[in-house]
Structures are given as C-alpha cells and as structure tokens.
C-alpha cells in the first residue's frame, strides 16, 4: 500500500527556516507530480508548491523567493526549504503525489497527513 508521510513541521518565530520532508513509500514504478498544500483552519487548502518528474517547479506567489523545493527521486522524497517564516505561513502543510503503481500500472492521487507549522511571535 503506498504511503506518504511529511515530517519538519514545528513551531518558529517570525523569521525562522524550516526543511519539510515528505517520502513516499509502498509499491511505486513511477511518481509524476508531487506538491506541497497547506491549509489554516478555516480556510481553502492551496497550493504551495509542485514538482514534476521532468524537473519542472512552481511556487506560489505568497511563498516566492522565501521557498525552494526540491525532489530526490531515488529516495521518492519531496522537500520544502522555508526561509523568513511569517505568521500567515501558519498552517498544516500536506504533501500531494501522482503515482503509478505496478501490475496493472493503475495512478492516483495520494495525500500525507499532514504536518503542523506555527510561526508565532
């Protein structure tokens, strides 16, 4: 069964860096698209980062030049490198993926649980 799991969430002041993690595991061939989402409570989740297997990146807006993400594809580990945290970067941050798993090569979309970031003063 494929799971993915995120860790490096915490609590930080304003200012501060956090590296999420976000590794998958299970019976994978292939991994096209993996993001970060996050969601405050009582809030839509967005979208704050994407990576597909050819390279290709986007950020959102309200993270651009303060994040970078990255992606190990022989770990199947996606991660976020967050820089200058502000509080209404608050939120629980899910990691997404689009994996095709073997015999019969069958894909959908995964989600992780979650993990909690607070950037408080």
């Known amino acids: 069964q494929v799971q993915l799991v995120e860790s490096g969430g915490g609590l930080v002041h304003p200012g501060g860096s956090l590296r999420l993690s976000c590794t998958a595991s299970?019976?994978?061939?292939?991994?096209?698209?993996m993001g970060w989402y996050r969601q405050a409570p009582g809030k839509r989740r967005e979208l704050v980062a994407l990576t597909t297997s050819d390279g290709r990146t986007n950020l959102a807006d309200s993270v651009q030049g303060r994040c970078t993400v990255s992606r190990d594809n022989a770990k199947n580990t996606l991660y976020l490198q967050m820089n200058d945290l502000r509080p209404g970067d608050t939120a629980v941050y899910y990691c997404?993926?689009?994996?095709?798993?073997?015999?019969?090569?069958?894909?959908?979309?995964?989600w992780g649980r979650g993990t909690q970031v607070t950037v408080s003063t």
């Open positions: 997404n993926a689009d994996i095709t798993e073997p015999s019969p090569f069958s894909s959908r979309i995964y």
């Open positions: 299970g019976r994978i061939s292939r991994i096209y698209a």
